[in-house]
């Protein structure tokens, strides 16, 4: 099965100053072994993440691989993976069709896993996340880590799933119960 993710506030922590830097990406605390537990159980795991600090400038998309490989070398060392990375390097005054809450990024990955998104979960920690997932289909799940909780507090009637964070979801669709 094909698990789609956003990567700032699911994976790793957020900041509202943007993660510019390799250093700057810190994973949240047991998110990358719950990659790891999806991988050993034969899933393949996605990320699609808007970056729009590349098209503000704040840094470039050669910085941007750079973070990418530190997450993938660090997933490594936990005997993990991530199938693959899909971003959006637009800013909201690009109107494109990528970015989140848009559909782009995830109808491409659809394309190329060659997967229905009606059986694809999708963890995000922002209403983006959300209304992307629900767009297309998707089985959308919240986390309370990043975002999540001030997603939370200013939608208070989401009928989706809400964990405390990515590992609980992971224990929750490994073991068939997740809601």
Same mark, same amino acid.
């Given at each position: 099965?094909?698990?789609?993710?956003?990567?700032?506030?699911?994976?790793?922590?957020?900041?509202?100053?943007?993660?510019?830097?390799?250093?700057?990406?810190? %994973?949240? @605390?047991?998110? /990358?072994?719950? +990659?790891?537990?999806?991988? =050993? !159980?034969?899933?393949?795991? $996605?990320?699609?993440?808007?970056?729009?600090?590349?098209?503000?400038?704040?840094?470039?998309?050669?910085?941007?691989?750079?973070?990418?490989?530190?997450?993938?070398?660090?997933?490594?060392?936990?005997?993990?993976?991530?199938?693959?990375?899909?971003?959006?390097?637009?800013?909201?005054?690009?109107?494109?069709?990528?970015?989140? %809450?848009? @559909?782009?990024? /995830?109808?491409? +990955?659809?394309?190329?896993? =060659? !997967?229905?998104?009606?059986? $694809?979960?999708?963890?995000?920690?922002?209403?983006?996340?959300?209304?992307?997932?629900?767009?297309?289909?998707?089985?959308?799940?919240?986390?309370?880590?990043?975002?999540?909780?001030?997603?939370?507090?200013?939608?208070?009637?989401?009928?989706?799933?809400?964990?405390?964070?990515?590992?609980?979801?992971?224990?929750?669709?490994?073991?068939?119960?997740?809601?």
């Amino acid at each position: 099965m094909l698990i789609i993710m956003d990567r700032d506030g699911v994976i790793n922590q957020d900041s509202p100053d943007y993660i510019k830097s390799p250093k700057e990406w810190i %994973p949240i @605390p047991h998110s /990358l072994n719950a +990659i790891t537990r999806l991988n =050993n !159980a034969g899933h393949q795991v $996605v990320v699609a993440t808007n970056q729009s600090g590349v098209g503000r400038g704040y840094y470039s998309q050669a910085v941007l691989e750079k973070i990418h490989q530190k997450m993938r070398d660090e997933l490594a060392a936990v005997g993990g993976r991530i199938d693959g990375i899909y971003f959006c390097p637009h800013t909201p005054d690009d109107h494109c069709e990528c970015r989140k %809450p848009k @559909p782009g990024m /995830l109808l491409q +990955i659809a394309k190329d896993y =060659n !997967a229905d998104l009606k059986q $694809v979960y999708f963890v995000g920690d922002s209403i983006r996340d959300i209304q992307a997932a629900q767009a297309v289909g998707c089985l959308p799940v919240l986390v309370k880590t990043g975002n999540g909780e001030k997603t939370i507090a200013e939608n208070r009637f989401l009928k989706i799933p809400i964990y405390r964070d990515l590992s609980e979801v992971v224990g929750a669709l490994i073991e068939g119960v997740l809601t």
